[in-house]
């Protein structure tokens, strides 16, 4: 049984920063793929970046230069460290992990930009 338990978001300043972290528990294999998606109010859930067991990163156009994804393969952690915070970032931030054999989702994290 897998389980990935999200943190980190809460309500920020436009301009602010925020990091979210995933911590993944149970059978997880060391080749896989972790990411991070959000979904907005009446909107699709979207891809905001992803990261391979390897390294390789890859972002979506709007979290280039802003955003940056990294991981910690002994803690089985992928963070997200967001800066230069926008309203339209506002949305419920989930993790994602996939392995052969399995695509796992965290609960989601809401993440709220305002003044």
């Known amino acids: 049984q897998v389980q990935l338990v999200e943190s980190g978001g809460g309500l920020v300043q436009p301009g602010g920063s925020l990091r979210l972290s995933c911590a993944a528990s149970?059978?997880?294999?060391?080749?896989?793929?972790m990411g991070w998606y959000r979904q907005a109010p009446g909107k699709q859930r979207e891809l905001v970046a992803t990261?391979?067991?390897?390294?390789?990163?890859g972002y979506a156009n709007s979290a280039k230069d802003r955003f940056t994804i990294s991981r910690d393969n002994a803690k089985n952690t992928v963070y997200l460290q967001m800066n230069s915070l926008k309203p339209e970032d506002t949305a419920v931030y989930y993790c994602?992990?996939?392995?052969?054999?399995?695509?796992?989702w965290g609960q989601g994290t809401q993440v709220t930009v305002s003044s």
């Open positions: 149970g059978s997880i294999f060391s080749t896989n793929s």
């Open positions: 990261i391979m067991s390897g390294g390789k990163t």
């Open positions: 994602r992990l996939i392995v052969v054999g399995g695509d796992y």
